[in-house]
């Protein structure tokens, strides 16, 4: 079937193919909920996703010719009304403007969002959670996701002034786990983390002067890891309104990157609300 469903791309500038041209200089995130997916593993992730009927599905698929023997199970995944496109690698490399040397694209699209509220309702009575407030770093973004994959968080919640996770490479970075890992992106920070708080969580607010060791925060069915962007952290506001939390280390350094603190603190809260 693979084969009968192929669709060779000979010209840079097809028509078919225009929303995979220039990707370097341009992002598709934030147009009508388009995004590029790179990447083998992403790429399965969509299927997957298409597949279930989830929040996410396939529009088309550019791939690298010598690569469709090997990604056909995957290709064979994707609705028969998805079109498969390939192309010879100069082709390729003249269509995405740069040489692409995994040979794998995808333009995805997410369904629908709907409001934080009702997602906040859906959450069960044992749930963990990592909020964002202001994180504008793109490798930040996907491995807050993949972190949060890891150490099985129920959702990743961030507020309306971070950056998009559907940009091409916070979902590369985060290795496909903004496909599997529910999220919104609404309300300012205040307002989200007042929301849990209603709903029952116990909030933590990572900072490197934290009131609280990691190590002593108490159990609790309900709890929200809050993380803030690189070099100011998080506001004062939200500091003052709930709970903080330090990870203890050596002198001498002022603190952790946001990527592997969030790490760390997800390990350590996971263990507590019997995740890990």
């Known amino acids: ?24 200089e341009r992002d598709l995130t934030g147009r009508e909920s388009r995004f590029i997916a790179e990447g083998t593993v992403v790429l399965r ?7 279930a009927g989830g929040d996410f599905v396939a529009e088309k698929v550019l791939l690298l010719k010598n690569r469709v023997a090997g990604l056909a199970d995957i290709i064979d ?40 509220n009702a997602f906040l309702d859906q959450l069960a009575e ?34 309306e002034s971070c950056c998009d996770p559907l940009y091409r490479k916070a979902l ?11 999220y919104r992106r609404q309300l300012s920070g205040v307002e989200l983390l007042a929301a849990l708080a209603e709903r029952g969580f116990a909030i933590w607010s990572l900072s490197p002067r934290g009131a609280v060791d990691l190590r002593d925060i108490p159990t609790s069915e309900r709890m929200a890891l809050v993380v803030g962007t690189e070099g100011d952290g998080l506001p004062p506001s939200i500091l003052a309104a709930f709970s903080s939390v330090r990870i203890p280390q ?27």
């Open 77 to 116: 995944s994707f609705a028969a009304d998805v079109p498969i496109y390939a192309a010879e690698a100069e082709v390729l490399d003249g269509i995405v403007g740069f040489h692409l040397h995994r040979g794998v694209l995808a333009l995805g699209r997410r369904t629908e969002e709907g409001g934080m």
């Open 45 to 51: 992730l969509l299927a997957g996703a298409h597949e």
């Open 126 to 159: 044992q749930a963990l959670v990592l909020v964002g407030c202001g994180i504008s770093n793109h490798d930040n973004m996907g491995s807050m996701f993949r972190n949060a994959a890891a150490f099985g968080a129920d959702a990743v919640l961030l507020d």
């Open 172 to 182: 590369r970075v985060s290795v496909g786990s903004i496909l599997t890992v529910p």
């Open 1 to 24: 079937m693979t084969s009968e469903r192929l669709i060779e791309i000979t010209r840079p500038d097809d028509p078919r193919i225009a929303e995979f041209r220039d990707i370097r």
């Open 250 to 276: 050596a002198p001498g350094l002022d603190s952790l990157n946001v990527a592997t603190a969030s790490g760390i603190a997800l390990f350590e809260m996971a263990a507590r609300n019997g995740r890990i």
